[in-house]
């Protein structure tokens, strides 16, 4: 589908004016959407940055491996608001001819959320987002889109979430790492970082395990290992670029190409 078409689909979705900033960009559609048309006092407002994909194309997560360009978020918000991390989705490993880069592609949601202050200091609140990306097929293009949105203030009772973010989070809690996965230790091996996964009690790993360190600097292309059947510990071994206290990234279990991938988050202390 071409970016016209993609952007035409978009907005005919969209049932409010204003409810969602989106730009068409080469390739990918991108929007800003707001959990609820309005801003109040004190009350947190989640955000997601709604991607949409040409079929073929990808881009890429927040390490995009051995090679690409990160996808990156800058936000501007009114004196008083304070901007949260970005939740990340399971990312996908593509090997370029022995280059591993992590991608997204189709539709990818990113959330986050925006604290917003008791004391309301303008109206409408402005929250905009400078968008950096490297949109690829048979080449890669960089891009960037620049997002805004006027919300006004309320007060008094909350409405209901917006049928733009209730789609952009159906979509989000589809692809995001989950709770209660292996038990995940890792530690040195001179420069090599040892991920030692362990089944938990009732618990079988998957086929393979894949480990993609939120880093690039401290691990770029991601790991993996095959996991004979019926093992309940296995040991993922990567050179790293930086020696960190703690390792974090996301552990991806089977295919990451599925409609439901199955990922935990990793945030651990790397032993001596």
Request: with cysteine.
């Amino acid at each position: 589908m071409r970016p016209a078409l993609l952007l035409a689909a978009a907005l005919a979705a969209a049932p409010v004016a204003g409810a969602q900033e989106t730009v068409a960009n080469p390739h990918v559609v991108i929007s800003l959407v707001p959990e609820h048309h309005a801003a109040m006092p004190g009350q947190p407002l989640r955000l997601a940055l709604r991607f949409q994909t040409e079929p073929g194309w990808h881009i890429y997560w927040r390490n995009p491996g051995q090679a690409g360009i990160a996808t990156s978020v800058q936000w501007t918000v009114p004196p008083g608001f304070r901007t949260d991390s970005l939740a990340w989705p399971v990312p996908e490993l593509y090997d370029i001819a022995g280059i591993l880069t992590h991608v997204m592609h189709g539709e990818t949601v990113l959330r986050t959320t925006i604290l917003v202050p008791l004391v309301v200091a303008a109206s409408p609140a402005r929250i905009g987002a400078e968008v950096r990306y490297g949109v690829c097929k048979e080449v890669c293009l960089p891009g960037v889109a620049r997002l805004a949105l006027q919300l006004p203030w309320i007060s008094g009772e909350r409405k209901a979430e917006s049928r733009e973010w209730q789609a952009a989070l159906q979509t989000a809690e589809a692809r995001q790492p989950r709770r209660g996965g292996p038990a995940v230790e890792a530690r040195l091996a001179d420069t090599v970082l040892v991920l030692t996964v362990r089944a938990t009690p009732g618990q079988t790993l998957p086929d393979t395990l894949t480990f993609y360190a939120s880093d690039r600097d401290v691990l770029a292309g991601a790991v993996r290992t095959a996991v004979r059947r019926g093992a309940t510990t296995v040991s993922l071994r990567a050179p790293l670029r930086e020696t960190p206290t703690r390792i974090r990234g996301v552990l991806v279990g089977g295919s990451a190409s599925a409609a439901r991938p199955v990922g935990w988050a990793v945030d651990v202390p790397v032993r001596e």
